[in-house]
């Protein structure tokens, strides 16, 4: 089994930055490409930004290009997105999701096996 803890949301206005983690434990050599997905209230749990295992490869949703980063460091089983310029419809749950096997980009959240708690992030007008 594979733990993910997710930390770094919190109230900010819009505009501004927040930078989300994810920690991986246990079994972390069975995770291969991870993703973050937001889901905001009264919708679905949204595909927001995914990463290949080596780092290489990042994919984004449309509204958070160039405006949103994933990395990770698989030295300290973490991934992080980083949150640029965010807006008021920014605002959900962000769930951190770790995928059992290789993914082509992992945009699904059908593709993922473990999920974290989620972190809130509310961005104000």
């Known amino acids: 089994q594979v733990q993910l803890v997710e930390s770094g949301g919190g109230l900010v206005q819009a505009g501004g930055s927040l930078r989300l983690s994810c920690v991986a434990s246990g079994r972390t050599y069975s995770v291969y490409n991870m993703g973050w997905f937001a889901q905001a209230p009264g919708k679905e749990r949204e595909f927001v930004a995914a990463?290949?295992?080596?780092?290489?490869?990042?994919y984004y949703a449309d509204s958070v290009k160039g405006r949103f980063t994933i990395s990770r460091d698989n030295a300290k089983n973490t991934v992080y997105l980083q949150m640029n310029s965010l807006k008021p419809e920014d605002t959900a749950v962000y769930y951190c999701?770790?995928?059992?096997?290789?993914?082509?980009?992992?945009?699904?959240?059908?593709?993922?096996?473990?999920w974290g708690q989620g972190t809130r992030v509310t961005v104000s007008s």
């Open positions: 999701a770790a995928a059992r096997r290789p993914l082509t980009t992992g945009r699904g959240s059908d593709d993922y096996g473990y």
């Open positions: 990463i290949r295992p080596s780092g290489d490869s990042t």
